[in-house]
């Protein structure tokens, strides 16, 4: 007895069968794929992953940098100064001043020598006085407050004036008188006054002349 063959519909059911399991196992494998390359878990692309934090050992460098702030008073085994050395000079910021104009004073401190040395300026220092003829009017330590000391190094030839001038009020001082608002006034008129200045013991051989108007 011969054998029966299939029909030709059978043969078409069985491709169309094995058709679609072929696409079934590539759709999977695109998929396993697409996970791997995606890694939808990482979250969107939105949002960014966070900065890495310093390690430890970065962190122990960052806080043992020195300042590179240099000290403000460095007096580097220098020698005080010698009255031969150094010149100090009496300083204003005009020759006359009109009504109600206050004359700002300050000092100029040179170094004359030939090597550093060491000197003085605060405000502990520091004294401005000044006079009409034989009269004194005003002093500025009368009524200072806080005095304080700050020693630095002139380097040979070095010229410093005053950070911040003194201001005269234009007023008779006197350490009785410091809380009193109506002290005696200056004449003006074109009267002549002179600043003296001294700082760190050292006297400026030459006063300032100013006219008050």
Do not use: K
């Not at 401190?109 to 520091?126: F, W, Y």
């Amino acid at each position: 007895m011969a054998a029966r063959h299939p029909s030709p519909a059978v043969y078409r059911r069985r491709r169309i069968v094995f058709f679609v399991a072929v696409l079934l196992v590539l759709a999977v494998i695109g998929a396993g794929i697409w996970v791997l390359i995606a890694q939808p878990w990482a979250g969107s692309g939105s949002e960014e992953a966070p900065e890495p934090s310093p390690s430890a050992s970065e962190t122990a460098v960052q806080a043992e940098t020195p300042s590179a702030e240099p000290s403000p008073v460095e007096t580097q085994g220098a020698a005080p100064c010698q009255a031969g050395s150094i010149t100090v000079e009496a300083v204003t910021d005009a020759e006359s001043y009109e009504a109600g104009a206050l004359p700002q004073l300050s000092i100029r401190l040179t170094n004359t020598g030939a090597v550093d040395c060491t000197i003085d300026v605060g405000s502990a220092t520091q004294a401005f006085t000044v006079t009409s003829g034989e009269d004194v009017w005003w002093r500025s330590t009368d009524c200072q407050e806080n005095p304080s000391s700050m020693v630095v190094t002139l380097t040979a030839g070095q010229s410093v004036s005053s950070a911040t001038p003194v201001e005269w009020d234009r007023t008779r001082s006197d350490v009785s008188t410091c809380d009193q608002e109506n002290r005696s006034r200056a004449p003006a008129g074109g009267a002549s006054y002179h600043v003296a200045v001294s700082i760190g013991g050292f006297d400026a051989a030459r006063t300032r002349q100013i006219l008050l108007y």
